[in-house]
């Protein structure tokens, strides 16, 4: 496993170095693998288009509106991912106990995975995380509804209150982006990349505090205002990204490269 990482890790860097032009879809990405690989890398920030993204009226998978009906009365909070190391999922999952205990068992945490590494794309395992999860999980408050089909998403979006990211790494984060653009406040850990997508649309904790986290969670749930905020925050964000944006600076690039080489020849 580590020599296939190393490989990996060998061929992006060779890649990068060889390449006219690199591209990162952050600038926060693009300032690590510019240290990392000592070349300069260029950020073009992917797009969204909420249009299409609301466009489809089909209903989430039934199993899935069962469980959202069973948490009508909690706080529902998501988390939009597959299990993979570096999305945190466990310092989420040490949060929740902190918040039944202040909620009287009313919050629920909706996952779009299962904690099963054969249900899971690539090749992350998830046994331990299932293991912790199983030991702190009260009253099924965490629940895995498994893969949501794109083109339903922006239901589960619409029928949860919160969205919680506590990943510790990151290149650009496309949920956040969804979910701002369904209204919903973001708690995110504290990367720059999270504050370069975000900015004043998010709360944001220590990404291995499960303390500071459950603490901020609490913070929107408690206070009107800032939910207000945090949302109205979002929905004007959130249309800062466009494809019709991202392929402009593409071409952009593009043009630049070709007239180089024609001020070369």
């Known amino acids: 496993m580590w020599a296939d990482t190393l490989l990996k890790g060998w061929l992006a860097r060779r890649s990068i170095r060889r390449a006219e032009v690199a591209i990162a879809p952050s600038d926060a990405f693009a300032k690590d693998l510019s240290q990392w690989s000592g070349k300069t890398v260029r950020a ?14 089909t209903p989430l998978p039934p199993a899935a509106k069962v469980q959202l009906e069973q948490a009508d009365d909690s706080l529902r909070l998501l988390f939009v991912s597959h299990y993979n190391y ?3 999922f466990e310092t989420l999952f040490r949060a929740m106990p902190i918040l039944s205990n202040r909620l009287n068992g009313k919050v629920k945490l909706f996952l779009t995975c299962q ?10 395992r998830t046994e331990s995380a299932a293991a912790l999860a199983h030991e702190l999980r009260t009253s099924g408050d965490i629940v895995e509804l498994g893969t949501i089909p ?4 922006h239901h589960l979006y619409r029928a949860c209150h919160i969205y919680v990211t506590p990943a510790y790494a990151e290149s ?8 701002m653009s369904s209204g919903l406040p973001v708690v995110a850990s504290d990367l720059p990349v999270h504050r370069e ?16 986290l459950a603490e901020r969670i609490l913070e929107i749930k408690d206070s009107h205002e800032l939910k207000a905020n945090l949302s109205h925050n979002g929905l004007r964000r959130s249309r800062d990204f466009s494809w019709k944006k991202h392929v402009e600076q593409l071409v952009d690039i593009a043009q630049e490269l070709v007239q180089s080489k024609n001020g070369r020849s």
């Open 197 to 212: 997508i975000c900015g004043d649309a998010a709360i944001y904790f220590p990404p291995f505090s499960a303390d500071v």
């Open 86 to 88: 570096y999305r945190n």
């Open 150 to 153: 794109y083109r339903s998403l």
């Open 115 to 124: 904690l099963t590494s054969a249900k899971n794309p690539g090749t992350y």
């Open 44 to 57: 073009i920030h992917h797009g969204f288009d909420s249009e299409s993204f609301t466009a489809d009226a």
């Open 172 to 179: 650009f984060a496309h949920p956040l982006i969804e979910a």
